[in-house]
């Protein structure tokens, strides 16, 4: 009885020591709110050519869309932002190592992607859209047909446009081009019909020069963009998303979109 006591008495104990290790490493993942505090501020990660979400201005500051967002959010939350330039290819071991505490970059949300890290809710509505010149005839996608199209290698759209094979077999040519201002460029001197392109980089591109371009209705793949934060970080992550929910409700978000795009592109 003696030997039984001991032993339901060291099991109860070994359960202790499991339970406390439990609770101090569920602690520890709700700590990051309290760590950025004590340091006062938050680092971004970001490609800081890629425009307009974070890319550098004339000045050779760091300025976009995304930017104006995490300056502002970092404000409400009563902290300071640092964004820190990465490569794009390695951002997710970056954040992971705790060189970067967000990639925050026009970062779409992906399967994939949730399985390594968490993401805020999402802020901004992406996907592929169609755009030509101002006076051009094509009103949707079935007017493409024996139409030479561009687009940018290896993106999503050339990605998306693939995925719609009814509308990829009715073209005459698709044109593949290094960027998306060189494929607008051609757009506008006749050597294309239309472009496919991520609707955050050609309404920016559309914005600053008004008057040459339209949108149609008929558009591609849709996505959505979000913060990307390490899944132990969840205090710190409820703050970032209660700040987007409050810029949201106010129109900040839809001021800062209204600034970059010249119109809303964001999550409602």
């Known amino acids: 009885m003696k030997k039984k006591f001991i032993l339901v008495t060291l099991t109860l104990f070994i359960f202790s020591i499991l339970f406390a290790g439990c609770t101090t490493t569920n ?4 700590a990051s709110w ?10 971004v990660g970001l490609d800081d050519s890629f425009p307009p979400m974070g890319f550098k201005d004339d000045k050779g500051q760091i300025v976009g869309f995304d930017i104006d967002l995490a300056k502002e959010a970092a404000k409400r939350m009563g902290v300071k932002v640092v964004f820190k330039p990465v490569q794009w290819d390695g ?33 901004l509505q992406n996907k592929q859209i169609i ?9 949707n996608k079935k007017d493409l047909a024996q139409k030479k199209v561009g687009l940018q290698l290896g993106s999503s759209s050339e990605t998306a446009l693939k995925a719609d094979n009814t509308t990829l077999k009715s073209l005459k040519e698709v044109k593949k081009y290094s960027d998306n201002t060189e494929a607008l460029m051609d757009l506008k001197d006749g050597r294309v019909d239309a472009v496919v ?13 008004k008057g040459v371009y339209k949108v149609l209705n008929d558009d591609f793949k849709k996505e ?6 390490r899944k132990t970080d969840i205090s710190f992550k409820e703050k970032l998303d209660k700040a987007l929910d409050d810029m949201k409700k106010d129109g900040t978000v839809n001021k800062i979109s209204q600034k970059w795009f010249g119109e809303s592109v964001t999550e409602k």
Do not use: C, H, M
């Not at 602690?27 to 709700?30: A, F």
């Not at 309290?34 to 680092?43: E, L, M, R």
């Not at 755009?131 to 009103?139: A, L, Q, R």
């Open 27 to 30: 602690q520890s993942k709700d």
């Open 34 to 43: 309290d760590d950025i505090k004590q340091k006062g501020q938050f680092v």
């Open 224 to 229: 959505e963009y979000g913060v990307g934060i």
């Open 91 to 123: 951002v997710l071991l970056s954040l992971k190592n705790k060189d970067i505490d967000v990639i925050w970059n026009g970062l779409t949300i992906t399967d994939k992607r949730k399985q390594q890290i968490a993401f805020s809710k999402p802020y």
């Open 197 to 209: 392109a991520d609707e955050v980089v050609a309404r920016y591109y559309i914005n600053k020069t």
């Open 131 to 139: 755009v030509v010149k101002n006076d051009s005839t094509i009103k």
